[in-house]
């Protein structure tokens, strides 16, 4: 089922695939978009409503017409790993909200927004919907929810050779969710870490994709705010060329 859904052309985003002893953490680079408060309150509460739809795949949508766009035209396709917090119940008597640290759960998914009018979708037109309710059905076709994929990629001995086999994504995507004020975080104790969490751990570690696209929504005083971030490393792209892609 795997092999039947990821299989199919990729072609390079950049000049070069990602070297791992060259390309590292440390040589990341980021350019973000603040996206306004009108057209994120759209997204996140009309436009999931009007296609019975969640924000991830709308966000996804949206970059898959992008790449497109972008690139010039992706026939068949391209592959992005789809990145989760990982806290899915498997069943309904799990009860998972005394877990802490980094759960995590990724998965590829073929996306594909087939023959469209892009002017039109940029424009909100018919276009842009029949990208989302496209891309909407890809996602739903995924095997299992995506639970399972790492398994039968790495652990299970019969299956990790043929999913090997299959081309890798070049793009990593993941919604991070909805923030609230600090406000909040000082009346619950608890408050997202910032920016630098990280530190240097990892700084030799070979990045995974390409390209890195990360959303998250904020709510300030005026109402929530999505920011778009897209992450690279410097080798292989300049960043006038990320900047077209994220604009």
Do not use: C
Not at 152 to 170: H, K, V
Not at 197 to 220: K, Q, T, Y
């Amino acid at each position: 089922q795997w092999i039947d859904f990821l299989e199919g052309p990729d072609s390079l985003l950049t000049a070069e695939p990602v070297d791992p002893e060259r390309d590292v953490e440390s040589t990341m680079r980021k350019l973000s978009v603040r996206i306004p408060v009108e057209v994120t309150e759209r997204l996140l509460t009309g436009v999931p409503v009007a296609f019975h739809a969640g924000i991830d795949d709308v966000l996804l949508a949206g970059l898959a017409a992008a790449v497109v766009e972008w690139r010039g035209g992706a026939g068949g396709g391209f592959l992005v790993d789809v990145e989760g917090h990982g806290r899915v119940p498997l069943s309904g008597g799990e009860d998972l909200s005394r877990t802490v640290g980094w759960f995590t759960s990724s998965y590829p998914v073929r996306l594909d927004v087939g023959a469209v009018d892009l002017s039109d979708v940029r424009a909100g037109g018919v276009a842009a919907g029949r990208v989302v309710k496209r891309v909407k059905e890809q996602l739903r076709a995924v095997p299992g929810d995506g639970l399972g994929y790492g398994m039968l990629r790495y652990l299970n001995p019969e299956t990790a050779p043929e999913l090997a086999a299959l081309p890798a994504a070049q793009i990593g995507f993941n919604y991070l969710g909805r923030f609230g004020p600090a406000v909040e975080a000082a009346s619950t104790g608890w408050s997202p870490a910032g920016d630098d969490m990280a530190g240097d751990v990892g700084g030799d570690s070979p990045v995974m994709h390409a390209l890195e696209v990360l959303g998250a929504v904020h709510d300030r005083a005026e109402g929530p705010e999505l920011t778009l971030t897209v992450a690279w490393p410097e080798a292989l792209l300049d960043e006038s060329g990320v900047r077209a892609l994220l604009d």
